[in-house]
């Protein structure tokens, strides 16, 4: 365990599961209690709490759908008047994919609101703090759809490439108060996410030849959120396996 981060709290949206779920074990292992929210998979977040406390690290659970301003605000403000997250980790997302032809409203609407009302919403809340504190790192989980653009997920490349830009963004309007903000962009990584892609037509295209796993996108993050990384902010950090550089 890492003793530098010893008492600090990260805050992780989506880690019932998959990649939010690896983040939150990993950063448990380096000595971060965990915030960790999600949003209908009771069972799975159990899990995942069950996993940090036998680390000796405190984890409190929060339910709540990411792009919901109200639900977002009832659960979080209570703990923040108490205490800061010194990371937090915009996870939470998912996919829908269709061809844009076909694609409707609510396709579209659902998939940006996540990632985008999801970052904001989250995000504006701790900032607060963390700009008083002087102190803090935020990581959202972006996509290699939203680097190159992927046919079939135009609702979710647009998702992720505003989420690159608000990184940036951010990352220059809060770097004098020590915040430090980055992207990190999985490739294929296999998660129930990806469970119904055609895995033997996609993989001939991945330079290393196989998806990845969410531990090899959690201890990126491990990192980012390290003391080592200190002098990284407003970029977007690739675990691909070569399949976008
Ligand atoms: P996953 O296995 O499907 O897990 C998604 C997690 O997000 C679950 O914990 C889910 O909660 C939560 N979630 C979804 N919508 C939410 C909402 N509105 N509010 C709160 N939580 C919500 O997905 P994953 O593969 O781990 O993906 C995690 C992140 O990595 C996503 O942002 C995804 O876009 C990104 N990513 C994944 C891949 C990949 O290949 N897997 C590649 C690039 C980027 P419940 O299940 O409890 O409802």
Redesign the pocket.
């Known amino acids: 365990m890492d003793s530098m981060n010893k008492g600090k709290i990260a805050l992780i949206?989506?880690?019932?599961?998959?990649?939010?779920?690896a983040i939150a074990v990993t950063l448990a292992r380096d000595g971060f209690d965990i915030w960790l929210?999600?949003?209908?998979?009771h069972e799975?977040?159990s899990v995942v709490a069950r996993e940090v406390e036998e680390m000796g690290r405190k984890c409190i659970l929060l339910p709540?759908?990411?792009?919901d301003g109200e639900a977002v605000r009832s659960s979080l403000m209570p703990l923040l008047e108490e205490e800061t997250p010194y990371a937090l980790v915009n996870?939470?997302?998912?996919?829908k994919d269709t061809i844009m032809a076909m694609m409707n409203e609510e396709e579209w609407k659902g998939v940006l609101s996540?990632?985008l009302d999801?970052f904001f919403l989250i995000s504006k809340l701790l900032l607060m703090n963390m700009l008083r504190k002087r102190e803090g790192r935020i990581i959202n989980?972006?996509?290699?759809?939203g680097q190159s653009g992927l046919a079939g997920q135009v609702n979710?490349s647009a998702a992720?490439a505003g989420l690159i830009g608000a990184t940036k963004a951010l990352a220059a309007e809060i770097a004098k108060r020590n915040i430090l903000v980055n992207a990190v962009?999985?490739?294929?990584?296999d998660?129930?996410?990806?469970k119904d892609l055609p895995k033997e037509m996609i993989t001939p295209s991945i330079p290393l030849g196989r998806f990845g796993k969410?531990m090899e996108v959690a201890e990126v993050v491990s990192f980012l959120v390290s003391d080592k990384a200190s002098y990284i902010t407003g970029q977007v950090i690739a675990v691909n396996g070569g399949v976008y550089m």
């Open positions: 949206t989506g880690a019932s599961k998959g990649i939010g779920a929210n999600y949003r209908s998979d799975g977040a709540f759908d990411v792009s996870n939470a997302g998912y996919r996540v990632t999801g989980i972006v996509s290699t759809s979710y992720k962009s999985p490739g294929f990584i998660t129930e996410m990806t969410a």
